[in-house]
T-cell receptor, first 115, second 115 residues
Framework: AQKITQTQPGMFVQEKEAVTLDCTYD???????LFWYKQPSSGEMIFLIY??????QNATEGRYSLNFQKARKSANLVISASQLGDSAMYFC????????????FGSGTRLQVQP | DGGITQSPKYLFRKEGQNVTLSCEQNLNHDAMYWYRQDPGQGLRLIYY???????QKGDIAEGYSVSREKKESFPLTVTSAQKNPTAFYLC??????????????FGDGTRLSIL
């Protein structure tokens, strides 16, 4: 069975600094995808970035990058130049590429950006 | 604009009552999903459907039922058998074809409470 672990319930970062949100995963499926979503206080889930298990390079999307270490089964999200609007819950999720293809989520990290 | 519409935004259930949460998408997606989110936690899969007229139980299906009579619609019924229905419910959809990096798109959610 898949499992996602986010060990940081809450994080603080100063505006304009970079922050890393940790995510480790466990799966026996050789093919899978890793996703990060942002959830503001309003509740909607906003897709940020994706990393495939066979991707050779770390994914980047604007200020978001994913530090993918396959041997360690980790997929940490790095947010550069933090902004006040980045304050939200962040969820790491995994999808196996066979079977039901649903997402398995971690418990999330609440990020607060301070001015 | 294409997207997922969930209604109502807030819903209250009386003891012994069944309630139905609506989820409609105009993204032409084949796969649809229902997740439950409890305060401070990640999302857990209730039911999913990969194709019209077919659906499967997720990890926490007890006390819930679904139907998938149309591609665009995937309503979730919270039955009286669900003894702790208070939660935030999120509907999602995804294309089954194309790139494997296609993320799930989420609706804005329904907050369900017991009266």
């Amino acid at each position: 069975a898949q499992k996602i672990t986010q060990t940081q319930p809450g994080m603080f970062v100063q505006e304009k600094e970079a922050v890393t949100l940790d995510c480790t995963y466990d799966t026996s499926d050789p093919s899978y995808g890793l996703f990060w979503y942002k959830q503001p206080s309003s509740g909607e889930m906003i897709f940020l970035i994706y990393q495939g298990s066979y991707d050779q390079q770390n994914a980047t999307e604007g200020r978001y990058s994913l530090n993918f270490q396959k041997a360690r089964k980790s997929a940490n999200l790095v947010i550069s130049a933090s902004q006040l609007g980045d304050s939200a819950m962040y969820f790491c999720a995994m999808r196996e590429e066979t079977g039901r293809r649903a997402l398995t989520f971690g418990s999330g990290t609440r990020l607060q950006v301070q001015p | 604009d294409g997207g997922i519409t969930q209604s109502p935004k807030y819903l209250f259930r009386k003891e012994g009552q069944n309630v139905t949460l609506s989820c409609e998408q105009n993204l032409n997606h084949d796969a649809m999903y229902w997740y439950r989110q409890d305060p401070g936690q990640g999302l857990r899969l209730i039911y999913y459907s990969q194709i019209v007229n077919d659906f499967q139980k997720g990890d926490i299906a007890e006390g819930y039922s679904v139907s998938r009579e149309k591609k665009e619609s995937f309503p979730l019924t919270v039955t009286s058998a669900q003894k702790n229905p208070t939660a935030f419910y999120l509907c999602a959809s995804r294309t089954r074809t194309g790139n494997v990096n296609q993320p799930q798109h989420f609706g804005d959610g329904t907050r369900l409470s017991i009266l």
